[in-house]
């Protein structure tokens, strides 16, 4: 079953997957009752607040006929404020929380009371309670579908708007105005006096919005791109002539035209990154690269791009590999079998389809070392397995759509490919 997600891990493809494969589990759950409990708490609802709704739910909850569901509810229930009891105060993005009788397989009155919290990637809009026979699974999904912060600045010679995009979530942080004079100088004055100090004065107003751009989308939010718009060809010169720091100068999405600056044109931005899909373009456009530089390194033949499953866990496992790439619709399970009597270990990576086959397999035949018939089976999602490999050796994971060009690509590649840090001497 799903694991619970902890609040300190942060935002990356692995753990968007894991929580989207965790709500996928859930929800294929149906109660045989109204038994399945789901909280949303918003980031200012106080945690004793909820829990005494929780305490009132729980005391309705006596009334229910059926003694089962009566006994899941009230578990459930009291569980939920158990783990909530556990916080001092209402987590910065709040809490989602699922919990309820799952069951086990083995028929009705086996279920277990199992609880899953989700700390949100943004904050929880709403404030939710429901006992069902599902879980509400709902919001917290359409809360994972952008969660990339992208920062935005609305250029002109007069003013400028700088603000933040997550999801579908935007706020001005900052606006600034230049205090640069328009384009027509007063009567008395030399033109190419008059250029010289504008060109000065704008200079230093460009200098100006990248530093707050700096203090902002790097300091502050740590921004995974930036799209830059205005009004007329500012905007253009600004990026032209390098004024950002490289790290935002390099991660431009895209330059967009617009009638506005300042707070209005940060919100003119916004519509027309809605309007033109910008968002869900960058993520693809992200995966392209990656999958691009693996695939230049794998065709380059100097050996630092490696592919196939053996291949890639066995270079993981030497602490060689940079960044793995897997394909979003692979489906395995590490399978390790210890035998209990001498620790001989045998480990198998295989497809969920041959899991049950594969244990019979490994526990019909005598251990090879003590020929002792007797083992301890861990079974581990694939993907958790990459992952724990690669937190001991720095190795950056990360998960491709399988339905994209680039996907494909790595599909035919048998779904995963590494980049090596450096070629092992063999
Ligand atoms: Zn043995």
Redesign the pocket.
């Known amino acids: 079953m799903p694991q619970q997600v902890k609040d300190e891990e942060k935002w990356d493809s692995v753990k968007k997957y894991k929580i989207t494969k965790m709500l996928n589990d859930l929800s294929k759950i149906s109660g045989h009752g109204t038994e399945l409990v789901t909280v949303y708490i918003p980031p200012r609802r106080p945690i004793f607040d909820i829990i005494s709704q929780l305490r009132n739910e729980a005391g309705t909850a006596t009334n229910i006929k059926s003694d089962l569901t009566r006994t899941h509810v009230q578990d459930a229930l009291s569980k939920t404020i158990e783990q909530l009891k556990l916080y001092k105060e209402t987590p910065d993005n709040g809490l989602v929380i699922f919990c309820g009788a799952i069951p086990t397989g083995k028929g009705i009155g086996t279920e277990k009371v199992e609880l899953f919290t989700i700390s949100p990637p943004k904050p929880v809009q709403i404030n939710l309670y429901r006992c069902d026979d599902h879980f509400w699974i709902d919001h917290i999904k359409e809360m994972l579908k952008d969660d990339k912060v992208i920062g935005i600045i609305a250029i002109d010679t007069q003013e400028t708007g700088l603000g933040i995009l997550t999801g579908d979530r935007w706020q001005t942080i900052e606006t600034l105005t230049s205090g640069v004079a328009g384009k027509h100088r007063q009567g008395g004055q030399s033109a190419r006096r008059f250029e010289r100090l504008r060109d000065n004065e704008l200079n230093e107003y460009y200098h100006r919005v990248a530093d707050y751009a700096q203090k902002i989308f790097i300091d502050q939010f740590t921004v995974k791109g930036l799209i830059v718009g205005g009004p007329g060809p500012t905007k253009d010169n600004f990026v032209k002539e390098e004024y950002l720091d490289y790290r935002l100068q390099n991660n431009i999405i895209s330059i967009l035209d617009t009638s506005y600056t300042g707070d209005e044109g940060v919100r003119e931005i916004i519509d027309k990154v809605n309007e033109q899909g910008i968002m869900s373009e960058f993520r693809l456009m992200e995966e392209k690269k990656l999958v691009k530089k693996f695939m230049s390194e794998v065709h380059s033949g100097r050996g630092l791009g490696i592919y196939g499953l053996n291949e890639v866990v066995d270079k993981l496992k030497s602490g060689i590999t940079d960044l793995i790439v897997v394909t979003d619709d692979i489906e395995l399970v590490k399978l390790e079998a210890i035998?209990k009597?001498?620790n001989?270990s045998i480990e198998k990576i295989i497809d969920k389809e041959h899991l049950i086959e594969t244990k019979q397999n490994i526990i019909s035949k005598p251990?090879p070392?003590?020929?002792?018939m007797d083992y301890m089976i861990k079974e581990k999602d694939f993907i958790d397995y990459l992952e724990e490999l690669s937190v001991l050796s720095g190795n950056r994971l990360e998960i491709i759509s399988s339905k994209t060009e680039e996907g494909n690509q790595i599909q035919s590649l048998g779904k995963i490919g590494a980049l090596l840090r450096f070629k092992p001497i063999n």
């Open positions: 035998c009597k001498c001989n251990c070392n003590c020929s002792s």
